[in-house]
Structure formats: structure tokens, C-alpha cells
């Protein structure tokens, strides 16, 4: 009987607008979307550091074996080297796709002086194929704090805000 009721009246209410519709005005546009999960806690996580002065850095995808690798002190024997863990592309330099983000540590470090307070996130690239739960690709957020009489403590209250502004305060 409830249904039959709450059927009757939407279908009345369908008959009679309120007001009389104007079918020349344009249209309402609808939203194309959302920012993807991992977009929106990265985006989290890059105001959190803001908030305490860290700047945000960002490089290429695609980088040369001194970035990635040589100016990190990565050995030349490294398993992280080998053509195994690493997307290796086909050229000259042997450029590959980076494998984490500390290659735009390097450069920033490269281009500027201490003091320096940059957050780095992005996408990096590592072969896994040991099951269907690996990704080849995820994302990956760091950070690098140069100056002078910086301690683990700071580090340790950075981690502490972040975590706290991203996951509330009652976060231990």
C-alpha cells in the first residue's frame, strides 16, 4: 500500500511543475569525474608538508644511471642495477624509468644550496612479476631536509604532523 501511495504521488508531482519549465536555458553540465584515491592522499599529504615549509620537487619519469643510480652511491653491482629489477630502454645513454624518487633529490640538490626542505612524490617504475598482487608501477612520496642542526627529532616530529593531519590526531 506504501509503495502504491509514494508511486502515485512522484507521478503526480511529474504532472504538475511547480514552476513553468524553461527548455531553451542551456543544460546543467554534470561533473566528468573524481580525482583518482591515490591523487587525492598524495595531494594530502604534499599540503601537510607545506604547511611546515617543504617546497615540492618533481623530475623525470625517464632518467640516466648517474641520477638513479651513481650519484645515490649504488654500486655497479647492485641487484637494484640489474636489467631484472630495473626498465632498462633501449639507447645510447641506457636511460631507464626511475625507480624511485631520489633521483630528484640529486638534482635539486644539484641546483641549489642548503638549507633545503622538498617533498618528492611520484611515480616510479620497478619490475615484480612474483604474483598478481605486484604492480610494476606505484607511487612513492620522500622527503629531504638539509640544514644545519636538523635532527632525528625533527624528523620525527615531521612524521608525527604529517601522519597526524592525514590520519587525525588521536594517531600514535
Not at 14 to 34: H, K, N, S, V
Not at 75 to 92: C, E, K, L, M, V
Not at 114 to 127: A, L
Request: proline residues 7%; glycine residues 8%.
Amino acid at each position: 500500500t506504501a509503495f502504491g501511495e509514494r508511486k502515485a504521488d512522484l507521478e503526480n508531482r511529474a504532472a504538475l511543475p511547480g514552476e513553468p519549465t524553461d527548455f531553451t536555458l542551456p543544460g546543467r553540465r554534470r561533473g566528468l569525474g573524481r580525482l583518482h584515491p591515490l591523487t587525492q592522499v598524495t595531494d594530502e599529504i604534499v599540503r601537510s608538508f607545506r604547511k611546515i615549509g617543504f617546497a615540492v620537487a618533481d623530475g623525470p619519469e625517464i632518467e640516466d644511471e648517474y641520477h638513479c643510480f651513481d650519484a645515490l652511491n649504488t654500486p655497479a653491482d647492485h641487484p637494484a642495477r640489474d636489467s631484472q629489477d630495473t626498465f632498462y630502454i633501449h639507447g645510447n645513454a641506457r636511460p631507464l624509468l626511475r625507480t624511485h624518487t631520489s633521483s630528484v633529490q640529486i638534482r635539486v640538490m644539484e641546483k641549489q644550496a642548503p638549507p633545503i626542505r622538498i617533498v618528492v612524490p611520484g611515480r616510479v617504475y620497478r619490475r615484480d612479476n612474483a604474483d598478481a598482487t605486484h604492480n610494476p608501477t606505484f607511487q612513492q612520496i620522500e622527503g629531504l631536509y638539509v640544514d644545519r642542526n636538523v635532527t632525528v627529532g625533527d624528523l620525527k616530529g615531521t612524521v608525527e604532523f604529517v601522519f597526524k593531519e592525514l590520519l587525525g590526531s588521536e594517531v600514535k
